[in-house]
């Protein structure tokens, strides 16, 4: 089963929002709601920031919020700050027991 | 505190094996499915294969990649689970992470890893 689909870059400057997206099929990102988002900073392990879709860890910003429409998940940072620079992956549940990653999105603040 | 502390990870010829191991604690352990995620070398995530908890009958399933040469397991009674890797590839050379998995993969340690070179 194919990755996910995600843009390999966005940007922003800070204080604006951008939004990664990631697509996948009905057998996957459509059609469960286990889709979920990773931030890993470099050379930092990846850390959770949203679940099932749209929930957000203790923790986690409110500046960071999820959404799906379709067979489509997005990731939307907001109020963008430096310390968002990061790559960013997302992840669904898929048929047969088979859990995707997308290929990742390096998340550059102008 | 949830703390993964990932071990095992070396060098390694092409068709020859490795056990990783990860010490699992701050969570309810034996209730929490495990799964094992790597990341190649500047590339991105890549689910490995998830065990249940004994509850749920300890099944376990693997992505396609490593099916029939990985193998997991897990001991409730040390907080430990583990990933047999059998008949490496180069392709298999990563850091390799445990994550407790409800869905999604709520924690993660800083990984192990494994390099898989003649």
């Known amino acids: 089963q194919s990755a996910l689909t995600q843009p390999p870059s966005a940007s922003g400057s800070p204080g604006q929002s951008v939004t990664i997206s990631c697509t996948g099929t009905s057998s996957d990102v459509g059609g469960y709601k286990y889709v979920s988002w990773y931030q890993q900073l470099p050379g930092k392990a990846p850390k959770l920031i949203i679940y099932?879709?749209?929930k957000r860890p203790s923790g986690v910003p409110d500046r960071f919020s999820g959404s799906k429409s379709g067979n489509t998940a997005s990731l939307t940072v907001s109020g963008l700050q430096a310390e968002d620079e990061a790559d960013y992956y997302c992840s669904s549940f898929a048929v047969r027991n088979n859990w995707l990653f997308g290929g990742g999105t390096r998340l550059t603040v102008l | 505190e949830v703390q993964l502390v990932e071990s095992g990870g070396g060098l390694v010829k092409p068709g020859g094996s490795l056990r990783l191991s990860c010490a699992a604690s701050g969570f309810s352990f034996r209730t929490t499915w495990m799964s094992w995620v790597r990341q190649a070398p500047g590339k991105g995530l890549e689910w490995v294969g998830r065990?249940?908890?004994?509850?749920?009958?300890?099944?376990?399933d693997y992505a396609a990649p490593v099916k029939g040469r990985f193998t997991l397991s897990r001991d409730d009674s040390e907080n430990m689970v583990y990933l047999q890797m059998n008949s490496l590839r180069t392709e298999d050379t990563a850091v390799y992470y445990c994550?407790?998995?409800?869905?999604?993969?709520?924690?993660w340690g800083q990984g192990t890893l494994v390099t898989v070179s003649s």
């Open positions: 099932e879709v749209f």
């Open positions: 994550t407790p998995h409800t869905g999604s993969f709520d924690f």
């Open positions: 065990i249940k908890s004994k509850t749920d009958g300890e099944i376990t």
